[in-house]
């Protein structure tokens, strides 16, 4: 790898998106780490990378906003003097419907920052490498972060899952259509957080629920963004790093789920 190497993270003021941070940063990449309104976080984001001897620079935007790939590739473009050698698009929203109760905004809100975002994210950073005419040497690429959701699939979460179904099955697309200059592969994590309206005892029962029965190390999915971005020969996949929990069946979110059945 060479060190001056740039990854960005979209949404990197905490959770994994800070993990993917400092995944890249100990293996020797600086650090493009993107936030929208957890400056706080950021920062501490950027003093966690420079600890670890590499460079964190911030990078703020919306989203949800329909040019923000393009702007975002150009700002970061600006600040590093170069496009990332690899994007983690990792920052997204995931609001509580289902299918009977979803509605026209929630899916386009969805839509826009998990879905259209992320590849035109990838578009962009394939514009610029075409514009530059860099040949093509399978060091670019695009890690679209998704969810075990989608490969065990129920009705919650309605509009989350549609964005991450629809970013999912544009992984092989992109894979096809911005090749050879950028590769494109997925990453499903499993329940890595606690989200939205969870109480820690049901999280803390939720964690165990995939085939190794215990929690899913963060670092551990973090680690699997690094992979990619760092083997050339992988392309047009998605890596599942989740315990084994897309292979446990639920009717509804694991959430629900246990809600709906208290240990007793
Ligand atoms: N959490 C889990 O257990 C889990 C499980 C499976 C898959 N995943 C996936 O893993 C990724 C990370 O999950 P997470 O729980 O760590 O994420 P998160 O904390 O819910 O969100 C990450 C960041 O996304 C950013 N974001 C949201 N809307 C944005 C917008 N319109 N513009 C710019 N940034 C926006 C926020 O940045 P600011 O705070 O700066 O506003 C937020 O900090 C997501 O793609 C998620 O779908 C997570």
């Not at 790898?1 to 600086?30: Q, S």
């Not at 050698?85 to 899916?107: G, H, K, Q, Y």
């Not at 544009?170 to 606690?194: E, M, N, T």
Request: hydrophobic share 45%.
């Amino acid at each position: 790898m060479n060190t001056t190497d740039w990854v960005l993270v979209t949404g990197a003021a905490h959770r994994l998106g800070r993990e993917f941070a400092l995944a890249f940063a100990t293996a020797g990449w600086n650090v493009l780490c993107h936030y929208r309104a957890s400056q706080a976080g950021a920062l501490q984001t950027q003093a966690d990378v420079r600890a670890l001897g590499a460079e964190c620079l911030l990078v703020q935007a919306d989203l949800a906003q329909p040019e923000a790939g393009t702007q975002l590739l150009a700002q970061c473009v600006d600040l590093a003097g170069q496009a990332p050698r690899c994007i983690v698009n990792n920052a997204s929203i995931f609001e509580a419907d289902d299918a009977r109760t979803a509605s026209a905004p929630a899916l386009l809100r969805h839509f826009l920052t998990n879905t259209a975002t992320p590849l035109l994210l990838a578009n962009a950073l394939h514009a610029w490498l075409c514009a530059q005419g860099r040949p093509a040497t399978g060091a670019y690429s695009v890690v679209h972060v998704l969810d075990q959701k989608v490969h065990n699939l129920n009705p919650d979460y309605f509009s989350y899952t549609v964005s991450k179904l629809a970013l999912e099955r544009s992984v092989a697309l992109q894979a096809q259509a911005l090749a050879p200059q950028v590769r494109v592969c997925g990453l499903s994590p499993g329940l890595i957080y606690l989200s939205g309206p969870q109480t820690q005892d049901n999280f803390d029962q939720a964690a165990q629920v995939n085939l190794l029965r215990r929690p899913i190390a963060p670092a551990d999915v973090a680690r699997c963004a690094l992979f990619i971005a760092s083997n050339p020969s992988l392309n047009g996949c998605t890596l599942q790093a989740d315990n084994g929990q897309h292979l446990v069946p639920l009717e509804r979110d694991v959430m629900f789920a246990i809600a709906d059945n208290p240990r007793p």
